[in-house]
């Protein structure tokens, strides 16, 4: 069954510590994204990868950084730079960067504060 | 900027009536609109999607939305709601050669038995 696993579920992060959030896909997709929801605020993009070994800044970039060493994983790193990491975090996929091409959704991390 | 508004935090129906969820849309050139359903502690699945062509959209568990480039709007339309159409519902644009998407802030649908 193709799709897109997030892990884990729930993660607690405490003062000054980075965390990783894991997010892998099965859907031969090129594309995947780190999305960050808080209530009230939809979703907001964190960094976005079109290819292996290539990613971009989205609008919220600060305070986290990504890797894309295989097309299958896109990890998001939340460094103790991030003073406000308390949120949902959603990873997504694509068949392609390409505009019109719907995103499948992970069923997210959700991310709180020691 | 592309940007994407919900005017409504919340829209309450009742079983059986016909629902509509609004969107509104900001792009430079012509936009490629989405809707997306979240339910409680789960990711966004897809709904349905307009590139271009007809200006009604059919998509998936009933739901349709109508394109109106005149008024900017992409509402999400279903005919007769169902309890378990109870979600989050969030509209999204992106524009012709940007690969993000903008979501709107969501609206939550509530549908009474």
């Known amino acids: 069954d193709g799709g897109i696993t997030q892990s884990p579920k729930y993660l607690f992060r405490k003062e000054g510590q980075n965390v990783t959030l894991s997010c892998e896909q099965n859907?031969?997709?090129?594309?995947m994204y780190w999305y960050r929801q808080d209530p009230g605020q939809g979703l907001r993009l964190i960094y976005y990868?079109?290819?292996?070994?290539?990613?971009q800044k989205g609008d919220i970039a600060e305070g986290y950084s990504v890797s894309r060493e295989k097309k299958e994983s896109f990890p998001l790193t939340v460094t103790s730079a991030q003073k406000n990491p308390t949120a949902f975090y959603l990873c997504a996929s694509s068949t392609s960067g390409r505009e019109h091409q719907p995103q499948h959704f992970g069923d997210g991390t959700r991310l709180s504060i020691l | 900027a592309q940007s994407v508004a919900q005017p409504e935090d919340q829209v309450n129906v009742a079983e059986g009536n016909p629902l509509t969820v609004k969107c509104t849309y900001s792009?430079?050139?012509?936009?490629?609109l989405f809707w997306y359903v979240q339910y409680p502690n789960r990711g966004l699945q897809f709904l349905l999607k307009?590139?271009?062509?007809?200006?009604l959209v059919k998509g998936s568990y009933g739901f349709e939305a109508e394109f109106n480039k005149s008024q900017t709007s992409f509402h999400l339309k279903k005919p007769s709601a169902l309890v378990s159409d109870s979600a989050l519902y969030f509209c999204?644009?992106?524009?012709?050669?940007?690969?993000?998407?903008?979501f709107g802030t969501g609206t939550r649908l509530l549908v009474s038995p």
């Open positions: 792009v430079s050139g012509n936009p490629y």
């Open positions: 307009y590139i271009t062509g007809d200006n």
């Open positions: 859907l031969n997709h090129d594309a």
């Open positions: 999204a644009v992106s524009d012709i050669g940007f690969q993000k998407l903008v």
């Open positions: 990868s079109q290819i292996v070994n290539d990613f």
